[in-house]
C-alpha cells in the first residue's frame, strides 16, 4: 500500500492500494492501524509476522509528522502538505502521541507530553447524584474516550500531570448516559438504556457519517458501539443498553454480523450498514472485559512500556474510592465502601456535625442521633482521593428518591468523583481473539 514516511492514507482504492485523493495520509490512522500491527507483534512473537510488524511500526516517521512544531499534524497531503489542523486537547489523538513517544527510530521528545497536555480543558459535571471533573474531549463524542484505551490500560495509573485516564473515561461515559437521561432536546427514545453519542453513519450528516456527543450535533441518533465500546468503564450500563437494544429493535439493528451501525427514533430510521471501525472497537473493548486480552497483548511491546515511561505515567492510583451501597436500618446507616488504594475513612455528615463510621470489612455504620433531618457519606483512601455519596433526607426505613449533590472538596484531585452507586464488575476469561481491525 502506498505510504508517505511510514504513513497510510485514511482512504485508498482497494484495487491499487493508492491513494484515492480524499482526505490525507492520515497520522490518526496510521497510529491505530500500528496499535493493532504491535498487538498482533506480540501474539506471534518469534514468528515472521513479528519481523514484519516491527518493520511496519518501525518505518512510521513520527518526527516528521511534528512539521518543526511540538505537537503532531494531522496529516499531508501530496499536493498541500501538512494540515493546518493539529493534534491537541483531549481526544482520540493521545493514541498517536503515545505511538510517537514510543518510538525506537523516529521518536518525537517528551515536551510533545506536555504540548498535548497543556490545552486541556476541564468540565465540572453535575447531574443528579452526581459531580465530578474530568478532562473533556475536543469533541465529547464517546470514541475519543475510547479509542487510546483499546490497546494502552491505563487502569490504576496516572500520567505526570495528575490525570488518571481511566477514570476520567468513566466520567465521561457517565455524563454521556446521564444527559441522554436528561434528554433536554427531547428526543425520542433517549433514557437510561437508550444512550451512546458517538461518531457514526448519520443521515442528517452531510457526509452521512459524523461525531455526536452531548455538545457536538446531538441529532437523535445513537450508535450501539457507544455504549458497547464502553463497557470497561460501565460495564452493568453497558450491557443493558446493549440488550435492551436487541431485545427491543431485532432485525431492524441486530443482522447477520451483529449490531448494525446506528438508529434514530426521530425520523424512524435505522441504520443497514455494520461499520468497520465501529464493530471493531465494540469487540476489542468487549474482549479487554472479558479477559484484557488485546490491552494485555499490546502493553507487553517495549514500545508500549517506553511510551508509557516518556508520558511520565506511574502506577499512583487516583481512582477515587467506590460506595457501592447505602441503607438505613432502623437508626443505623450502614455504607459499603471499596478501593483500590485502601480506605482511609469514611464519615457520616450531618447539619454542620461529623462522625467516624465503624469499619467491619468493607461495611461501615454508625448509630443516628433521632434529630438527624439529613446527611451524606464522605469517603477517603489513603492517596488523598475523596467520593462523596448525595445528600439523604431522613425518612423511616428507607432512603428517598430526590438526591442534592454536594461538591468536592477543595483541592481534591482530577478524577474525584460524587457517587451514590459506583463500582466495577470483575474481568471474565474471554476466548475471543480480535487483534486489530482496519477501515
Same mark, same amino acid.
Given at each position: 500500500?502506498?505510504?508517505?514516511?511510514?504513513?497510510?492514507?485514511?482512504?485508498?482504492?482497494?484495487?491499487?492500494?493508492?491513494?484515492?485523493?480524499?482526505?490525507?495520509?492520515?497520522?490518526?490512522?496510521?497510529?491505530?492501524?500500528?496499535?493493532?500491527?504491535?498487538?498482533?507483534?506480540?501474539?506471534?512473537?518469534?514468528?515472521?509476522?513479528?519481523?514484519?510488524?516491527?518493520?511496519?511500526?518501525?518505518?512510521?516517521?513520527?518526527?516528521?509528522?511534528?512539521?518543526?512544531?511540538?505537537?503532531?499534524?494531522?496529516?499531508?497531503?501530496?499536493?498541500?502538505?501538512?494540515?493546518? $489542523?493539529?493534534?491537541?486537547?483531549?481526544?482520540?489523538?493521545? !493514541?498517536?502521541?503515545?505511538? $510517537?513517544?514510543?518510538?525506537?527510530?523516529?521518536?518525537?521528545?517528551?515536551?510533545?507530553?506536555?504540548?498535548?497536555?497543556?490545552?486541556?480543558?476541564?468540565?465540572?459535571?453535575?447531574?443528579?447524584?452526581?459531580?465530578?471533573?474530568?478532562?473533556?474531549?475536543?469533541?465529547?463524542?464517546?470514541?475519543?474516550?475510547?479509542?487510546?484505551?483499546?490497546?494502552?490500560?491505563?487502569?490504576?495509573?496516572?500520567?505526570?500531570?495528575?490525570?488518571?485516564?481511566?477514570?476520567?473515561?468513566?466520567?465521561?461515559?457517565?455524563?454521556?448516559?446521564?444527559?441522554?437521561?436528561?434528554?433536554?432536546?427531547?428526543?425520542?427514545?433517549?433514557?437510561?438504556?437508550?444512550?451512546?453519542?458517538?461518531?457514526?453513519?448519520?443521515?442528517?450528516?452531510?457526509?452521512?457519517?459524523?461525531?455526536?456527543?452531548?455538545?457536538?450535533?446531538?441529532?437523535?441518533?445513537?450508535?450501539?458501539?457507544?455504549?458497547?465500546?464502553?463497557?470497561?468503564?460501565?460495564?452493568?450500563?453497558?450491557?443493558?443498553?446493549?440488550?435492551?437494544?436487541?431485545?427491543?429493535?431485532?432485525?431492524? !439493528?441486530?443482522?447477520?454480523?451483529?449490531?448494525?451501525?446506528?438508529?434514530? !427514533?426521530?425520523?424512524?430510521?435505522?441504520?443497514?450498514?455494520?461499520?468497520?471501525?465501529?464493530?471493531?472497537?465494540?469487540?476489542?473493548?468487549?474482549?479487554?472485559?472479558?479477559?484484557?486480552?488485546?490491552?494485555?497483548?499490546?502493553?507487553?511491546?517495549?514500545?508500549?512500556?517506553?511510551?508509557?515511561?516518556?508520558?511520565?505515567?506511574?502506577?499512583?492510583?487516583?481512582?477515587?474510592?467506590?460506595? =457501592?451501597?447505602?441503607?438505613?436500618?432502623?437508626?443505623?446507616?450502614?455504607? =459499603?465502601?471499596?478501593?483500590?488504594?485502601?480506605?482511609?475513612?469514611?464519615?457520616?455528615?450531618?447539619?454542620?456535625?461529623?462522625?467516624?463510621?465503624?469499619?467491619?470489612?468493607?461495611?461501615?455504620? =454508625?448509630?443516628?442521633?433521632?434529630?438527624?433531618?439529613?446527611?451524606?457519606?464522605?469517603?477517603?483512601?489513603? $492517596?488523598?482521593?475523596?467520593?462523596?455519596?448525595?445528600?439523604?433526607?431522613?425518612?423511616?426505613?428507607?432512603?428517598?428518591?430526590?438526591?442534592?449533590?454536594?461538591?468536592?472538596?477543595?483541592? $481534591?484531585?482530577?478524577?474525584?468523583?460524587?457517587?451514590?452507586?459506583?463500582?466495577?464488575?470483575?474481568?471474565?476469561?474471554?476466548? =475471543?481473539?480480535?487483534?486489530?481491525?482496519?477501515?
Amino acid at each position: 500500500m502506498e505510504n508517505e514516511h511510514g504513513f497510510f492514507p485514511h482512504w485508498f482504492y482497494q484495487e491499487t492500494g493508492k491513494w484515492n485523493r480524499v482526505d490525507c495520509f492520515s497520522s490518526i490512522d496510521t497510529a491505530i492501524l500500528m496499535a493493532g500491527v504491535l498487538t498482533v507483534r506480540q501474539y506471534f512473537a518469534n514468528t515472521e509476522i513479528e519481523i514484519t510488524a516491527t518493520k511496519l511500526y518501525e518505518n512510521v516517521d513520527w518526527e516528521w509528522m511534528l512539521n518543526g512544531r511540538d505537537t503532531l499534524s494531522m496529516g499531508w497531503r501530496p499536493d498541500t502538505g501538512f494540515l493546518s $489542523a493539529r493534534w491537541q486537547g483531549y481526544n482520540e489523538g493521545m !493514541l498517536a502521541v503515545l505511538l $510517537a513517544m514510543g518510538s525506537s527510530t523516529h521518536p518525537i521528545p517528551k515536551e510533545s507530553w506536555d504540548a498535548w497536555t497543556r490545552t486541556y480543558k476541564y468540565k465540572h459535571y453535575k447531574h443528579g447524584d452526581m459531580e465530578y471533573n474530568f478532562v473533556e474531549s475536543t469533541s465529547t463524542s464517546l470514541f475519543t474516550y475510547q479509542y487510546p484505551h483499546i490497546w494502552f490500560d491505563f487502569k490504576g495509573k496516572t500520567d505526570i500531570v495528575g490525570i488518571n485516564y481511566f477514570q476520567n473515561s468513566v466520567n465521561a461515559t457517565l455524563e454521556n448516559r446521564d444527559y441522554c437521561i436528561e434528554n433536554p432536546k427531547n428526543h425520542k427514545g433517549y433514557s437510561q438504556n437508550i444512550w451512546g453519542l458517538t461518531a457514526c453513519e448519520c443521515p442528517l450528516h452531510g457526509s452521512n457519517y459524523g461525531a455526536h456527543g452531548p455538545r457536538q450535533n446531538d441529532d437523535g441518533t445513537v450508535a450501539p458501539t457507544g455504549a458497547g465500546s464502553s463497557i470497561i468503564f460501565t460495564p452493568n450500563d453497558s450491557i443493558r443498553a446493549l440488550r435492551y437494544m436487541k431485545d427491543n429493535y431485532g432485525y431492524r !439493528l441486530w443482522g447477520k454480523y451483529g449490531f448494525k451501525d446506528s438508529f434514530n !427514533l426521530d425520523i424512524d430510521w435505522f441504520s443497514p450498514t455494520y461499520i468497520g471501525i465501529d464493530e471493531g472497537a465494540m469487540l476489542t473493548m468487549i474482549e479487554n472485559y472479558r479477559s484484557v486480552l488485546v490491552q494485555s497483548q499490546f502493553m507487553q511491546n517495549e514500545y508500549a512500556k517506553k511510551a508509557m515511561q516518556n508520558a511520565g505515567f506511574t502506577n499512583v492510583d487516583t481512582t477515587p474510592p467506590s460506595i =457501592i451501597q447505602v441503607k438505613k436500618n432502623n437508626n443505623t446507616i450502614i455504607a =459499603i465502601v471499596t478501593d483500590n488504594t485502601n480506605v482511609n475513612s469514611v464519615v457520616l455528615h450531618w447539619n454542620d456535625s461529623e462522625i467516624e463510621m465503624v469499619q467491619e470489612g468493607q461495611t461501615y455504620s =454508625i448509630e443516628i442521633p433521632d434529630n438527624m433531618t439529613k446527611y451524606y457519606i464522605k469517603a477517603n483512601d489513603t $492517596a488523598g482521593n475523596i467520593a462523596t455519596s448525595r445528600v439523604f433526607n431522613e425518612k423511616p426505613n428507607l432512603l428517598p428518591p430526590q438526591p442534592k449533590s454536594e461538591s468536592l472538596p477543595s483541592g $481534591a484531585p482530577h478524577g474525584s468523583l460524587v457517587v451514590n452507586t459506583f463500582g466495577c464488575c470483575p474481568t471474565k476469561i474471554g476466548i =475471543i481473539i480480535y487483534l486489530f481491525f482496519f477501515y
